[in-house]
Every structure is written in C-alpha cells, then in structure tokens.
C-alpha cells in the first residue's frame, strides 16, 4: 500500500545521531521539513541541544544549530516520538565483529524499540551498512514484533548512505539515492520521498538485498582500487619512479563507458566503512559458500601501509646518518584522512606505533581532533601550534593535509637540518618538491 503522496511534507525522524544521522537530518530541516532526531545518548542531545557539534564536517554545525533554533529539528531520547513522524530513518552504527560478521545489537534494540512505537502508515527506511538480506531478515521481523506486518500497515526499504566524510552535505545534495523495497508499494514510497525531500535521482532496485550490496560494492570498490594504488606505489618506487605521473597517464584511456580511475596510494585506509565493509562482503559470501579473493587482499594491503611509511621514514633517516631512536618526528594531521577530526581507524595510529617503538620522538598537531581523544586513543598529547612540534623535527609527516596545512611557510619551519618530508596525503606538485629541495628539505612520498 502506498502511504506517500505528491506534494505532501511528511515529518522525519532520524533515528541515531551519529555522524550520518546527524547529516541528514540537519539537510532534511535546512531543506524545511519537521525533523526529530533520537538517539540514546543523552550526553550527544545534550551538546546538540547547547549548539555543540562533535562532527567535523564542513557546513554541519551551522545547519544543525539553525534547525534547532528555528524548531525545524526537535532532539529527544524518546522512542515514543516517532508515531508523530511519517518517514523513519534508521541510521545507527553496524560495527563488525574480527571475522567480519556484524554486531547487531545497535541495530536490533533500534528495530525493537522502533517496532513498539509503530503506527499504520509509516514508511520505515534503512541507511545503516548491512550485509545482504538484514532488512528482510533481521530488521522486518524486530519491527512486525510490535503487532504491525509489512507490507500492509508499514512500508519498509534499504537505502544506503554514499556521501564521503568531508564533502557530505555537498554530495547528499546531489548524490543519486538507490532505493530498494520489501514490495513494489515500498520502493516507489521511499523513491519519491527522497526525490521531494532532495530533489535528486533515485536509482530504484528490485529488492532490499540489491540496494544492500550496491553500498558494499561502492566500498569494496574503493578499498581495492587504493590497495592497487598502494601496490603500485611500491612498484614504481623500486624504479624511481613518480607513481602520480603514471596514474595520470594510466588514467587517461577509455574503458567501457569510462575511464580507467586508479585512486591515489596513502599511508592507508581508515575511516568507519572501508576497512569493515569488505570484511562484511567476504563473511556474508563465506556463509553462502562463495570464496571471495579481492576483500581480504585489499584489507591485507592496505594494512600494511602504515608500517610501509614508518619503515620509509626510518630507512631514510638512516640514510641520512640519523639515528632514528633518537630522531624528532613531526606529525601533521592524526585524522584517517584530510579535513576532518575523525581518528576512527586512523591509519596515523599504525604509523606512531612504529615510530614510538623504533624509538623516535614523535610530536603530534592537527587542529581538528580533539587532543583528549588523540591522547587517549594515540598515546600522544598534541602540540597545539605548528611551530611547536616541528621544533627540531628530523622529519614532518605530513600525514593529513587539512586546510589548516595547505600554506604551510616552510622557509620558516624551525626544523633540523636535512628535514625530511614525508609526504603521506598532500600530493604535493613537483614545482612545490623543487622549492622543498631549494630550502634544504629531503621529500619522499608515498611511491615518490
């Protein structure tokens, strides 16, 4: 039954206000739409509710706190709340557990509680990483719990989240939506309400499960093409090799309907969804009996740069008559990647860990982490000024390239001689290595 009508302004509810929830219902409110945001953490309402945003994200705590101000988007930790909503989001976290199946219990205890607070009419969406077959499976048998079935009294659909960290309200402005029902009814429901609510395509699917995979298959994707990046980047080094140059060139043929797209290597990958996301395609294919290759070996290679840029950093040192248990090294940037303050599975941590057990001194600076959860997750109190940790520095690492970075006065640095850059995220140009050489800077970059 379709419960959604042309032109018609049904109120949302997001529930988990994460950093994805947090997202869209901040787009949803900016774009009018009554949002209320539920999450059971009641020390997160609470900086929501006194205009603090825990997400580095560009744009997001400006939106958050006008919708808030403006009544757009109410805050609570009721579940009760959602029977006034029309539209449920789903968007709690689905964490893996180390042999890639998932960790349920956020997403059932939202399914059960959202389950005893349904009401006929509601259309229930999705967005949380899921291996194929959780929303006909596990999250439609939790919400029908409450007495309602599917299909008759509420309209149920998977739609993932694609947006990247750091350009999210960009793209969720202008991303496609993949949508996949439970029925016909439900599909062409969530179809239209992310149409009117975004104003972008929608991709419609046959089932849940294809909308499932097409978010595992993004991730899949982007982990394997870094590991290639990666492993090329190894390659071309061994030959003096610039491997940017190649893949500029490499990427300029036709293939299909596209070019070749090989990414750009880094120190690793981190983040909350490449280095799960594989593993959950790899677990969910074992339980059918299919052997997957390329999900384990892209996390395999991607796991080990981190020690690769260490040992890069060691090996030059010593190359250069330092010892590196008693070397300073500055690192720039702590996050898994630039312009944000997220350090969840930051590869920066591999990179620390080694230096710190080389024996190194390492100093530590990035202005979008918050030093409290750098200590306590990195081993390291951050420096607050730029100056402060290149003091000296037989090395900076320039492991993310925040914005913060980009200008960077190098001739004024206060570093050792003979500084090396290691360049892990800023893909600096050749022009820009000539001056670093010119002021007296050893650079090496990741396959540079």
């Known amino acids: 039954m379709r419960y959604l009508r042309e032109n018609e302004q049904p109120k949302v509810a997001v529930i988990g206000l994460g950093y994805v929830g947090s997202c869209y219902a901040a787009i949803l409110a900016e774009r009018g739409w009554h949002v209320t945001g539920i999450d059971t953490n009641t020390h997160l309402i609470q900086e929501l509710q006194d205009g603090h945003c825990r997400y580095q994200e560009d744009g997001l705590a400006p939106l958050l ?61 999705v967005k949380s990483t899921v291996p194929p077959g959780t929303t006909r499976d596990f999250v ?3 919400l029908e719990q409450g007495g309602l079935t599917c299909g008759t009294d509420f309209n149920l659909a998977f739609t993932p989240e694609r947006f990247a960290e750091g350009t999210a309200l960009k793209e969720l402005r202008s991303l496609p939506i993949v949508v996949g029902g439970i029925d016909d009814d439900s599909t062409q429901d969530a179809a239209l309400f992310w149409r009117q609510a975004l104003h972008v395509d929608v991709l419609t699917q046959d089932s849940p499960e294809a909308a499932e995979i097409v978010k595992l298959a993004d991730n899949w994707w982007i982990d394997l093409n870094i590991a290639m990046a990666n492993e090329l980047a190894k390659f071309c080094a061994a030959y003096n090799v610039d491997v940017l140059d190649v893949i500029t060139a490499a990427n300029t043929i036709t293939k299909g309907k596209h070019h070749v797209n090989i990414l750009l290597p880094s120190i690793g990958v981190g983040g909350s969804c490449l280095v799960k996301d594989p593993w959950m395609v790899w677990h969910t294919a074992q339980r059918h009996g299919i052997e997957l290759h390329t999900p384990p070996t892209s996390r395999k290679i991607n796991q080990t740069m981190p020690d690769h840029t260490s040992q890069l950093i060691i090996d030059t040192l010593a190359s250069q008559g330092k010892n590196p248990a008693t070397a300073t090294i500055a690192i720039l940037g702590a996050a898994f990647k630039n312009n944000t303050g997220d350090l969840r599975a930051t590869p920066v941590e591999g990179v620390i860990t080694a230096l710190l057990k080389a024996g190194a001194t390492v100093k530590l600076h990035d202005p979008l982490v918050d030093p409290y959860q750098a200590e306590t997750q990195l081993g390291i109190t951050p420096t607050e000024t730029l100056h402060e940790t290149v003091r000296d520095a037989d090395c900076i690492a320039i492991m993310a390239l925040h914005h913060d970075f980009t200008h960077i006065d190098y001739a004024t640095l206060p570093v050792a001689p003979q500084c090396l850059i290691l360049d892990g995220r800023a893909y600096y140009t050749k022009q820009k290595i000539a001056e670093l050489r010119q002021l007296g800077y050893t650079y090496l970059g990741i396959g540079r």
């Not at 449920?88 to 059960?112: I, K």
Request: net charge negative; proline share 5%; no cysteine.
């Open 65 to 125: 706190e006008a919708a808030i101000t403006d009544s757009r988007l109410s805050l609570t930790t009721d579940f009760a709340a959602i029977t006034d909503a029309d539209v449920l989001l789903l968007t709690v976290g689905t964490p893996v557990r180390t042999d890639g199946s998932m960790v349920e219990e956020q997403l059932g205890q939202a399914s059960e509680q959202i389950g005893r607070h349904l009401r006929p009419g509601q259309l229930v969406l």
């Open 140 to 142: 439609r048998p939790l």
